[in-house]
């Protein structure tokens, strides 16, 4: 059986690791406080924001809720980023996604300053990802998934990784980031010919593809690192699943990570970091 690479530990260094500086930002009298701006009450957006109230309460981050009417035309969903934007009090800025039908979210981003972009969505911080130079924010999901390698040891100069899933939020930046890291990164998604190939040829493979359980066990190969972002509701089975099967991928390779219990708890805890370090760095 492969050895489990949970969450919850690289999540809990990371939150160690904010606690003084969080307290040292209060002391000054300028406490990290994030803004969750939301449209609308998708059950997946309120329980993703009760996760977040939970963690910022227990790191003393204050978290500042920012909601257009739902229905808002898209006039009002920019006046409120530039509220937020001028807001001194507010150190980071998450904006859920995807929005409801008629508002343009990307048109939205761009309108948040760069300082305040704790989520890599803006293209400043997608710049920073590109060229390693500059500031900014890498997308909270994308630099999970290499602190989750880093906490665990697992080295990736040289090495052959395959990322399946090409979007700007996961796939795309995680790509780059692993470039810059000196692995030789292969970016596959749903053109690609003989994915499982590539799959297979691969030393770490990461999964992003958002199609439930998709990554079986023709995919992997022995001695293979698997992380698996995806998170999907499976009706029939009541419970959160992967991207990857992890009951056929599991016993075949050296190591995977659950879902849930993965890549999840740490999106959250880097988000967090941001926040801090977007406080930080504003004074
Ligand atoms: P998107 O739908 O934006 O992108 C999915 C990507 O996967 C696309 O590039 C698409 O290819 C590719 N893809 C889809 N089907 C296939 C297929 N059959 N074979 C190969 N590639 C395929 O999804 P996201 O990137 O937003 O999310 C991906 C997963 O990560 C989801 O399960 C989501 O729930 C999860 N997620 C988890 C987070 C966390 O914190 N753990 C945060 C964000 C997302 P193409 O470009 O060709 O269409």
Redesign the pocket.
């Known amino acids: 059986m492969s050895r489990e690479l949970r969450g919850a530990p690289v999540a809990a260094a990371i939150a160690e690791g904010l606690r003084r500086r969080v307290d040292a930002l209060a002391e000054a009298g300028r406490p990290p406080v994030l803004a969750v701006l939301r449209v609308g009450e998708r059950p997946d957006d309120l329980s993703y924001e009760r996760g977040l109230q939970k963690r910022a309460d227990a790191l003393g981050i204050g978290l500042r809720r920012v909601l257009p009417p739902e229905g808002c035309g898209q006039g009002e969903l920019e006046a409120a980023i530039r509220s937020v934007n001028e807001d001194d009090e507010v150190s980071g800025c998450l904006m859920f996604r995807p929005l409801p039908a008629g508002l343009d979210g990307e048109a939205a981003c761009t309108l948040l300053a760069p300082g305040k972009d704790v989520d890599g969505v803006t293209p400043l911080s997608l710049a920073k990802v590109f060229s390693g130079r500059g500031r900014g924010f890498a997308p ?2 994308a630099e ?1 998934a290499l602190r989750l390698l880093d906490h665990y040891g697992i080295g990736l100069s040289g090495r052959r990784v395959t990322v ?9 930046p995680l790509a780059l980031l692993l470039q810059a890291r000196d692995a030789t990164v292969t970016l ?5 010919r003989d ?1 499982a190939a590539a799959c297979r040829g691969a030393e770490v493979l990461v ?6 359980r ?1 990554v079986g066990a023709d995919f992997v190969t022995p001695g293979q690192v698997v992380v698996d ?4 509701w499976d009706g029939e089975a009541g419970r959160l699943v ?2 990857v099967d992890f009951d056929a991928v599991a016993p075949l390779v050296s190591a995977i990570t659950p879902v849930p219990g ?3 708890s ?3 805890a880097v988000l967090m970091e941001h926040v801090v370090s977007a406080a930080e760095l504003r004074h």
């Open positions: 909270c999901t999970a399946v899933g090409r979007s700007l939020i996961v796939g795309r596959c998604h749903s053109r690609t994915l999964v992003a593809t958002g199609r439930p998709m972002v995806g998170i999907n992967g991207d993965g890549i999840g740490i999106t959250t």
